[in-house]
Antibody
């Protein structure tokens, strides 16, 4: 079955770089039409789409965050990595990764999410 | 970026009620709209894709409609497990964007 799990630091300091890893199973990112997206949710607030990487290595980013985000994949490890530079307390949120089907644009499987707090 | 606006922001309803949530896009998105359900402390779950197609395993009391800029999610007969927050998301163009959410509460 398809599973995804986010991992990374629970606490980062302002100005630091955040690195999150999404480790997945049950599918391969070498398969046509499959993608992995990152979405975040500040406490008590709405979902915010961050980035997507496709099976063919195409990459897409949030307009407001694109100068700070990098998404990459390691197909041999079934992992997708998201880095966010210059972290700020406003970036405190639960970060989710989700499998995405390019043909429908639906995020059909989600990880449980990981809470990242930005504080000195 | 395409802005997605949901209404209402919150709604109170009773078990058995019919509820409709609206999502409006700031520009036309054809049928590239998805709906998700989220319960507190949990990841969102997919409900609807391409505006009106039910995701696998989702009960038939959920339905979606619309195209262009105006979309609706309807729950035909509310069940206790349906009380949650619902989000729309456009997939017409990057960056994808979500609505602000609609919280469905028990009356």
């Amino acid at each position: 079955q398809v599973t995804l799990r986010e991992s990374g630091p629970a606490l980062v300091k302002p100005t630091q770089t955040l690195t999150l890893t999404c480790t997945f199973s049950g599918f391969s990112l070498t398969t046509s039409d499959l993608c992995v997206s990152w979405i975040r949710q500040p406490p008590g607030k709405a979902l915010e789409w961050l980035a997507r990487i496709d099976w063919d290595d195409d990459k897409y980013y949030s307009t407001s965050l694109k100068t700070r985000l990098t998404i990459s994949k390691d197909t041999s490890k079934n992992q997708v990595v998201l880095t966010m530079t210059n972290m700020d307390p406003a970036d405190t949120a639960t970060y989710y990764c989700a499998r995405t089907l390019a043909g429908t644009t639906l995020c059909d499987y989600w990880g449980q999410g990981t809470l990242v707090t930005v504080s000195s | 970026d395409i802005q997605m606006t949901q209404s209402p922001s919150s709604v109170s309803a009773s078990v058995g009620d019919r509820v409709t949530i609206t999502c409006r896009a700031s520009q036309g998105i054809s049928s590239w709209l998805a709906w998700y359900q989220q319960k507190p402390g949990k990841a969102p779950k997919p409900l609807i894709y391409r505006a009106s197609f039910l995701h696998s395993g989702v009960p038939s009391r959920f339905s979606g409609s619309g195209s262009g800029t105006d979309f609706t999610l309807t729950i035909s007969s509310l069940q206790p497990e349906d009380f949650a927050t619902y989000y729309c998301q456009q997939g017409n163009s990057f960056p994808y964007t979500f609505g602000q959410g609609t919280k469905l509460e028990i009356k």
